[in-house]
């Protein structure tokens, strides 16, 4: 079983920045696409943006698209979600979860371990 450790939450104005990191265990996974998920207090999680096993493919949500950026290294296990411009709107607990599949798919269910979540808070 993987296990998956976010760090890189806090407060911050808006506008500001944070970077989010997210550290695995095991042998496998650069054969795993990875995700960002994000749940504010009385909604749904929801996807964030993904990245393919190899790198080579992200995908975003539409409210975070030109404003936030995945990478992961796969020689050091970890992959990281750069978030710039921040609104008040992007404040919740923020996740990495490691899908079933090499390619990023949007929905929970696809995706099968999960980190214990980081909060991020924009103040306005």
């Known amino acids: 079983q993987v296990q998956l450790v976010e760090s890189g939450g806090g407060l911050v104005q808006a506008g500001g920045s944070l970077r989010l990191s997210c550290a695995a265990s095991g042998r496998t996974f650069s054969t795993y696409a990875m995700g960002w998920f994000r749940q504010a207090p009385g909604k749904e999680r929801e996807f964030v943006s993904g990245?393919?096993?190899?790198?080579?493919?992200?995908t975003y949500a539409d409210s975070v698209k030109g404003r936030f950026t995945i990478s992961r290294d796969n020689a050091k296990n970890a992959v990281y979600l750069q978030m710039n411009s921040l609104k008040p709107e992007d404040t919740a607990v923020y996740y990495c979860?490691?899908?079933?599949?090499?390619?990023?798919?949007?929905?929970?269910?696809?995706?099968?371990?999960w980190g214990q979540g980081t909060q991020v808070t924009v103040s306005s």
């Open positions: 990245i393919s096993g190899s790198g080579s493919s992200t």
């Open positions: 979860a490691r899908s079933r599949y090499a390619t990023v798919y949007y929905r929970v269910l696809d995706y099968s371990s």
